[in-house]
């Protein structure tokens, strides 16, 4: 049989499993196309499906808490911010973020029944406790606007902290916190939702990987949110998300495509960024790779920079670059409190 020329998608498709041991879905794909199947496991029998000399690539963003309630300064109503990607994504500035403003309410009523905010428009102000943020323009939907924060990044920060929380939908009605949304590998602070294909590892199973001979590895993907209310503006997600494949990551891909080994990578933001460097380099992820670990090497010169944080593609085309060998997608439970998203990235 001809092997697959794609990434092989693999989907749970039924919430089983507990909160400690979410399911994760196997597509048997890379046989022919024809034989795809679907395999349900544990999360803890992930290592038996892999072979030493794989490398496991996980998105490795800690999520923001983006959700932020307050008032429209001009009429005194009460909006809701959700704070859903950057205007500039290479820059990295939160301080010029995109945001969908939704009305009175909030997690606990569905986003598609909330109401509309107030009428926005440049220049319109609003409030979340001591943090202010200004609107910029509207991005052609009235929920979707680009906002800029008052003050210094330290003092967003410190507003965010002190007034933010994840974002919440109400298939989960108890209040989330915000290292609910969290996963164990969590460390740079940019996703707008969890990449909640993450919550299948643990450092148990990176343990387990270790002992195996699978190598396993991160980059960094700034996750987008998963709904807006609104089935016109939903067309238009994910919005431009940023990545960044360190040096270390890059190298161990390189290394491990050379020696025979297959890229597996966990969640779609995973896929995503890997199939954006690789088309890059035409379709070739160890040239992408290459790419990466030579632009860590002159971190001051500008052609690199788009390399290390990059916009990537907006929608999750059917991959052809072979950048990743296998990708996994972790299934939750209705009642699993520590994915907030509504959607396996």
């Given amino acids: 049989m001809a092997r697959c020329e794609i990434s092989c998608r693999l989907i749970t498709v039924s919430a089983v499993g507990t909160r400690t041991s979410p399911p994760f879905g196997l597509c048997a794909k890379c046989q022919s196309p024809a034989s795809a199947e ?8 992930l290592v038996e499906f892999l072979r030493p000399g794989d490398l496991v690539v996980a998105n490795d963003a800690m999520t923001l808490p983006a959700s932020l309630h307050g008032v429209h300064i001009a009429t005194g109503a009460p909006v809701e911010m959700r704070l859903a990607g950057l205007q500039a994504p290479a820059e990295g500035d939160l301080r010029k973020s995109i945001a969908v403003v939704l009305g009175t ?8 029944d909330r109401p509309a905010p107030p009428p926005l428009s440049a220049g319109d102000r609003l409030a979340f406790g001591d943090l202010r943020a200004r609107i910029i323009r509207k991005l052609g939907h009235p929920r979707l606007v680009a906002v800029a924060f008052d003050g210094s990044a330290e003092a967003l920060w410190r507003g965010l902290a002190r007034h933010g929380r994840p974002i919440q939908y109400a298939h989960v009605p108890q209040p989330l916190a ?6 164990s590998i ?4 940019v996703a707008f ?20 001979g699978i190598g396993f590895a991160t980059l960094t993907h700034a996750a987008g949110i998963s709904s807006t209310g609104d089935r016109e503006l939903d067309r238009r997600l994910p919005l431009d998300e940023a990545y960044r494949i360190p040096d270390a990551t890059a190298r161990a891909i390189v290394n491990t495509r050379r020696a025979g080994g297959r890229i597996v990578a966990i969640g779609t933001t995973v896929v995503r960024a890997l199939e954006h460097a690789a088309a890059r380099h035409d379709g070739d992820p160890c040239a992408a790779a290459a790419s990466c670990a030579r632009a ?7 052609s690199a920079r788009p390399q290390r944080f990059a916009s990537s593609t907006r929608s999750s085309r059917a991959c052809t670059s072979r950048a990743a060998a296998i990708t996994i997608c972790c299934g939750r439970s209705r009642t699993t409190r520590r994915c907030a998203g509504r959607r396996s990235r």
């Fill in 105 to 112: 309410g909030d997690y606990r009523t569905r986003t598609e």
């Fill in 193 to 212: 939702e969890p990449p909640s294909a993450g919550f299948v590892i643990d450092w148990a199973l990176v343990a387990a990987l270790s002992r195996r």
């Fill in 296 to 302: 860590t090497a002159s971190p001051t010169s500008a």
């Fill in 186 to 189: 969590a460390a740079v602070p």
């Fill in 178 to 183: 915000l290292w609910d949304a969290w996963t």
């Fill in 38 to 45: 679907l395999r349900h496991a544990p999360r803890t029998s």
